[in-house]
């Protein structure tokens, strides 16, 4: 049977960014503190929780969940805020599709509650979809070729605002199935990313 290791509600989702709605994006973009008073006091006008620091800050929010604050060193600027939402792993290869049932499945009911709490998303499609977007950040999914071999992301959905400041919001599943000629055990995630705007603006016009 499949193996869950992370598995937040839509409505934990909701709640979590109802809270982010109140965050002064610009202090995150400018970096967790590096003295450990100041740093707690930096958290708890967040309302979170410092825990350690491993290529960014780690801390727990409010609501039970944990973010990681993604960033070079302590002091360096914030470039995304990411959170886990929901994690399976397969314990084969003939489990594959029975994880990729349950993601399609939670995929759905995230899309649904951010869709009644923040509007349509600006782009939301598949890795095969025309017009896939240049997605914020690094990594090797963000190489055309990586995701069309690999169909890594499988979905990504972004909403973007106008608010100086405020957040590229990306919900985004990886399936990490391998690719259809070299097929893995299902190491599949969906995850919400918060990214820092560039120059201080969002690309796009929501």
Known sequence: ?????????????????????GVDWPTVWAGVPEDAAKRAHWCAGFGWQPLWFEAGLRVRTALGGRLHLA?????????????????????G???????????????????????????????????NTPGFPELPGRG????????MAHRDPHRVAMWWFRTPGAPVIELKMTLGTGSPTEPTPADARIGLNCHAPQDGANPGPA
Do not use: K
Not at 72 to 91: C, D, F, M, Y
Not at 103 to 125: F, H, K, S
């Open 71 to 91: 960033s070079a060193a302590l002091g360096q600027p914030v470039t995304r805020v990411e959170q886990v939402l929901w994690a399976a792993r397969a314990g």
């Open 1 to 21: 049977m499949p193996v869950l290791t992370a598995d937040r509600t839509p409505d934990q989702l909701v709640g979590e960014l109802q809270r982010f709605f």
């Open 93 to 127: 290869t003939d489990e594959n599709q029975r994880v990729t049932e349950m993601a399609e499945a939670r995929w759905t009911a995230y899309v649904d509650a951010l869709r009644g709490l923040m509007g349509d998303p600006y782009w939301n499609g598949m890795w």
């Open 140 to 147: 090797p999914w963000y190489n055309p070729e990586w995701r």
